[in-house]
């Protein structure tokens, strides 16, 4: 695959290397420090250095139950026609012509069932062999296992969430996505491993943001979560899905664009109180959880360039996105979003003038990196014009 790579300042990308590491050295020292204690420490049980939660794969247990589940997951509409449930598609409802097992296996759509088979098939591992080279293998590889630990917290979050959110929609669309996260989680790990690399441990901006965001109280979760993790995962799963045998990630982006727009449809039937939206310590609380993200795009700066994509350029599209979720579901008011994009932009400028010498001031939060025309579309649905 020809990419047309872009230069970066070695020297900055050392020093963003250097600082992680030690970042991470200070910040896992603590909490195992505080854990030995009796106090709270790594609040997730997952072993980031081997991909996994702690306890191994055990995958004969995750196909006897998580893969049986999903084949066999029935829909409210082929069971009572008459009610308001729409959650079946087209070839759902001509399957129910047919007997339950044939039904089981047309669970997935056709298109979910190419893609899943090509993740684990040689000529999929073939085809990853013709199109990359060994160090664009490592950058996708780097990019895919930051947003899959993220998909790790992910679960966790969403499921921690449910006991704080209101009414029966709520719960049930809460629930779906931990379902949607935990597919989330084993494919992308699947897929990340038939690279034939070494997937990189959790970084410590990462550690930061995800154990920071399981951290949090209550609903600001979903600002965490819903509104800063999610959008960076749509953002990566809409820069990365147009290129070879990545084609999955456009199922992912999709879920993702949905999970974006939870916070702000929940708050539309149960609004925040002044109180819990605006406060200057929840500002504060949420600007905190926020603050990993700019040095993590850093760390990941040489990767993002080996694939083409300009790490600001990234930034910006993130947090544009970013900024207009928080607005929608709350967190901030108009002229704080304005404001906001006034910073993250006047900061992404300040970086680049001292790491890119012919740089010239640009507009980083205009910047989009989605590349599909299905992804921009459902972008423009989800955020508007931009």
């Known amino acids: 695959?020809?990419?047309?790579?872009?230069?970066?300042?070695?020297?900055?990308?050392?020093?963003?290397?250097?600082?992680?590491?030690?970042?991470?050295?200070?910040?896992?020292?603590?909490?195992?420090?505080?854990?030995?204690?009796?106090?709270?420490?790594?609040?997730?049980?997952?072993?980031?250095?081997?991909?996994?939660?702690?306890?191994?794969?055990?995958?004969?247990?995750?196909?006897?139950?998580?893969?049986?589940s999903l084949r066999l997951l029935w829909k409210a509409q082929g069971a009572l026609p008459w009610s308001t449930f729409r959650d079946q598609s087209a070839q759902e409802r001509r399957a129910a012509l047919v007997e339950l097992d044939a039904l089981a296996e047309r669970a997935l759509n056709e298109e979910e069932r190419e893609l899943r088979e090509r993740i684990t098939s040689r000529e999929f591992r073939d085809l990853l062999d013709r199109e990359y080279t060994a160090r664009q293998k490592e950058a996708v590889v780097a990019i895919l296992t930051a947003i899959g630990h993220g998909e790790a917290y992910a679960w966790l979050v969403s499921a921690s969430l449910l006991p704080h959110v209101q009414s029966t929609g709520a719960r049930a669309a809460l629930t779906m996505q931990v379902l949607e996260e935990a597919k989330h989680f084993v494919v992308m790990r699947e897929l990340v491993l038939a690279f034939g690399i070494q997937p990189p441990r959790q970084s410590a901006w990462e550690y930061l943001l995800l154990e920071g965001t399981l951290k949090s109280k209550g609903l600001?979760?979903?600002?965490?979560?819903?509104?800063?993790?999610?959008?960076?995962?749509?953002?990566?799963?809409?820069?990365?899905?147009?290129?070879?045998?990545?084609?999955?990630?456009?199922?992912?982006?999709?879920?993702?664009?949905?999970?974006?727009?939870?916070?702000?449809?929940?708050?539309?039937?149960?609004?925040?109180?002044?109180?819990?939206?605006?406060s200057a310590r929840s500002r504060l609380r949420r600007l905190g959880m926020a603050l990993p993200t700019l040095p993590l795009i850093m760390l990941l700066e040489p990767d993002l360039a080996e694939?083409?994509?300009?790490?600001?350029?990234?930034?910006?599209?993130?947090?544009?996105?970013?900024?207009?979720?928080?607005?929608?579901?709350?967190?901030?008011?108009?002229?704080?979003?304005?404001?906001?994009?006034?910073?993250?932009?006047?900061?992404f400028n300040a970086y680049c003038r001292l790491t890119r010498p012919d740089h010239e001031r640009r507009d980083f939060m205009s910047a989009e990196t989605t590349a599909g025309r299905a992804e921009l579309a459902v972008e423009r649905e989800v955020f508007g014009a931009h």
């Open 307 to 347: 694939l083409g994509i300009d790490a600001f350029d990234f930034a910006g599209s993130v947090m544009r996105k970013v900024t207009h979720l928080s607005l929608r579901a709350g967190f901030l008011n108009e002229r704080e979003a304005a404001r906001q994009n006034r910073l993250f932009n006047e900061a």
């Open 220 to 278: 600001d979760r979903f600002f965490g979560m819903n509104i800063l993790v999610e959008s960076i995962a749509l953002s990566i799963f809409g820069g990365l899905s147009t290129l070879p045998g990545l084609e999955v990630l456009r199922l992912f982006h999709l879920d993702e664009s949905r999970h974006t727009a939870l916070p702000a449809n929940y708050f539309k039937e149960f609004p925040m109180s002044a109180r819990q939206r605006s």
């Open 1 to 68: 695959m020809h990419f047309q790579k872009l230069a970066i300042n070695e020297r900055a990308a050392a020093v963003n290397r250097n600082l992680e590491r030690a970042v991470n050295a200070w910040v896992r020292g603590r909490d195992l420090f505080r854990s030995r204690i009796g106090l709270r420490g790594r609040a997730a049980a997952y072993d980031d250095l081997h991909y996994e939660f702690l306890g191994g794969p055990s995958d004969e247990l995750r196909r006897k139950h998580y893969d049986k």
